[in-house]
């Protein structure tokens, strides 16, 4: 069997089982959203002041809301022995994990990305700032997941890796969290944006190549062990 | 006969306790390599090590020495069904058959793979979720792969840790012969068990014993 269509196979496995956990998965949807509506209940009605917090908020709540899914990703199938055979399977174990992270990301920072104009309404985000605002979040949160699964295939192995992997995963968040925001606090600005889009993509880029790799030799120790 | 797998020197050590020291052998084609020994003599451990997946085992092992061609990367000519069994309890047999032979790059038409869970007594259950099916019924979608009619060629080897627990005698005896079976027609097995097997193919070898 060639490349793609196993891969197919792999991809059409990862989508059938997020849909039968689909619970689980609108979980952190509901984080996000519940974040997002308690902001203006619980700091300002004032609507100025929202919007100078708006891309800050969905931001956090979008970070959060990932870094809660990321406990999932490789979980059960470490549980049930799966992961084993993924390592044994025929084609690269690297092409294997993007795959999943990718279904990780079509299921949780796509969802996110599509509500964030949604509630941005209620933060009082200017609406000209909205297509920036998608734009960094589907980046922003794509490198998340990447990232995010380094952690989660270092924890897989351990009974309760949830507080582990949010302290190894936290640091490496933060310079995404950083360009992506400011992307879009300085749009709202007036101010120029490029730049700081210009390096969330490259940080999405590098880690498109190199959290693959990364997850792979942490899920061998993980099962190795 | 050609050897499909030849082990050197392996060395193993957890917890200050050596699970088994220098241990060296070759399995040939046709042949069944019996590991025994009791609870925690670490025969799981020398499978995980056999496959590629352990990190806990010193020594070299290396998969089909006298085939000319070294490229064929050897896990795709094994079998290898752990004592996880990796069946996905949200998914049907049949969807986890397709995966398993999909990662293996095995093709086969859907029909063969009906029959394969017909074979092993999962005939009407075949798209009910796995986490409804019983402990012994669960082994038995991950076993039903072995009753695959395939070319000799295709799967080499079978590397099976504990095939036979949770299953009713029934069951049992008939994956027994189909490893005598298998192993007649040219294929290896290695496998770890506590019920005997009877075969003039069969090779025992004890772990535990020596220390």
């Known amino acids: ?225 | 006969m050609a050897r499909v797998l030849s082990a050197v020197g392996l060395d193993c050590e957890r917890d200050d306790r050596h699970l088994f020291r220098d241990l060296s052998f070759d399995v040939a084609s046709g042949e069944i390599l019996h590991l025994t020994g009791p609870n925690g003599s670490g025969k799981t451990t020398l499978l995980r090590r056999l496959v590629g997946i352990s990190s806990v085992v010193d020594g070299d092992v290396s998969w089909f020495p006298d085939s000319p061609e070294r490229t064929a990367e050897p896990c795709e000519k094994i079998w290898y069904i752990a004592h996880r069994p990796a069946v996905t309890l949200l998914q049907s047999p049949l969807e986890n058959m397709a995966y398993a032979l999909a990662l293996h790059g095995i093709q086969v038409p859907e029909s063969v793979v009906w029959d394969a869970l017909e074979t092993v007594g999962l005939r009407g259950f075949e798209d009910v979720p796995s986490h409804q099916l019983s402990a012994g019924q669960q082994r038995r979608v991950a076993l039903a792969r072995l009753y695959l009619p395939l070319e000799p060629d295709r799967v080499r080897a079978w590397v099976l840790d504990e095939p036979l627990t949770a299953l009713d005698i029934e069951a049992v005896d008939r994956l027994k012969v189909r490893i005598i079976d298998y192993a007649r027609a040219g294929g290896s097995v290695i496998m770890t068990s506590h019920h005997g097997l009877d075969s003039e193919t069969v090779r025992t070898l004890e772990l535990g014993a020596a220390l």
């Open chain 1, 1 to 225: 069997m060639t490349f793609l269509p196993l891969l197919k196979s792999v991809f059409r496995r990862e989508m059938q089982l997020a849909y039968r956990r689909r619970s689980d998965l609108a979980n952190p949807l509901l984080f996000f959203l519940i974040v997002v509506v308690l902001f203006p209940l619980g700091v300002t009605p004032d609507m100025t002041k929202l919007a100078d917090m708006a891309p800050g908020v969905l931001w956090v709540g979008a970070l959060l809301a990932n870094l809660l899914s990321l406990d999932l990703l490789f979980r059960s199938d470490y549980e049930d022995g799966s992961l084993e055979q993924m390592l044994l399977a025929s084609l690269p174990p690297t092409s294997l994990v993007l795959c999943k992270v990718w279904v990780h990301w079509l299921v949780t920072g796509l969802p996110l990305t599509i509500m964030a104009p949604l509630l941005s309404i209620m933060l009082g985000l200017p609406g000209n700032a909205l297509p920036l605002l998608m734009l960094t979040l589907a980046l922003g949160t794509l490198s998340l997941s990447l990232i995010g699964s380094i952690g989660a295939a270092l924890t897989v192995g351990l009974q309760k890796g949830g507080l582990l992997l949010t302290l190894l995963i936290m640091p490496l968040f933060v310079p995404v969290i950083i360009f992506g925001t400011g992307a879009v606090q300085a749009q709202v600005a007036g101010l120029p944006w490029q730049a700081h889009l210009a390096m969330l993509a490259a940080m999405t880029t590098g880690s498109l190549a190199l959290s693959p790799l990364l997850t792979v030799a942490a899920l061998r120790i993980a099962v190795g062990d």
